[in-house]
């Protein structure tokens, strides 16, 4: 059963616009929410977080709203360049903290020019 | 700074076969973990530790195993290699806030396995 959902498996933006990928969780004690972005043959870099307290956190261009009685969150990019372009993964850690992270599938993200 | 370091970067393995994979970070986090990638997957863990000494089973640990005899180093280890095992495997490390939760992993390039 998958804790943690992304259902868009592609998403395409146009260079300058608002690319917003959503996430969607099941597991209750997940209290920290974080979102990976990976290009080909490389490791998943870590983009930005948001702890279960806040609903709300920006790190430049990137910012992270979380839901928490929808259970769900999402990551917006203003404004969308060319380099954005990679899969980004959704992923929570649960209460205790310390045995590992849950993965979303990913949502593939293409900036058209 | 190296962060974390993984080898090697692809494998072939016959079914059957045994190897290990290699971890290696240089931030003292005490946290490390492994985790597979297969096509239209998110990271599934494996396994994964929280210190020297210390390790325990993820969501997908059958046919690995771990050890961690030092803080910078994270094995992964099959035993008896199997074409379900081929995947992309990515190796993560991660320090401690003061309330002892881990934040958020940095991860290694990956080593792509394949086992024929």
């Known amino acids: 059963d998958q804790q943690v959902k992304q259902n868009s498996p592609s998403l395409s933006v146009q260079e300058g616009r608002i690319s917003i990928l959503n996430c969607d969780y099941t597991?209750?004690?997940?209290?920290?929410f974080l979102w990976y972005k990976k290009y080909p043959a490389e490791g998943p870099t870590f983009l930005i977080s948001?702890?279960?307290?806040?609903d709300k956190n920006e790190d430049g261009r990137f910012t992270v709203f979380l839901n928490k009685s929808a259970k769900h969150l999402s990551l917006h990019i203003v404004p969308s360049q060319p380099g954005d372009s990679a899969v980004y993964f959704c992923?929570?850690?649960?209460?205790?903290?310390?045995?590992?992270?849950?993965f979303g599938k990913g949502t593939h993200l293409i900036i058209q020019p | 700074n190296a962060g974390v370091t993984q080898t090697p970067k692809f494998q072939v393995l016959k079914t059957g076969q045994s190897m290990t994979l290699q971890c290696a970070q240089d931030?003292?986090?005490?946290?490390m973990s492994w985790y597979r990638q297969d096509p239209g997957m998110g990271l599934r863990l494996i396994h994964y530790?929280?210190?020297?000494?210390?390790?325990d089973q993820g969501e997908v640990p059958n046919g690995y195993n771990v050890s961690r005899s030092t803080t910078e180093d994270f094995p992964l280890r099959l035993l008896s290699a199997a074409p379900s095992q081929t995947s992309v495997y990515f190796c993560?490390?991660?320090?401690?806030?003061?309330?002892?939760?881990?934040?958020?992993?940095?991860f290694g390039q990956g080593t792509r396995l394949t086992v024929v």
């Open positions: 993560a490390s991660s320090y401690s806030t003061g309330t002892g939760k881990m934040t958020e992993a940095f």
């Open positions: 597991n209750s004690m997940f209290d920290y």
């Open positions: 948001i702890s279960s307290i806040k």
């Open positions: 992923a929570a850690r649960n209460g205790g903290g310390a045995d590992g992270l849950t």
């Open positions: 931030m003292n986090h005490e946290y």
């Open positions: 530790s929280v210190g020297a000494g210390i390790t």
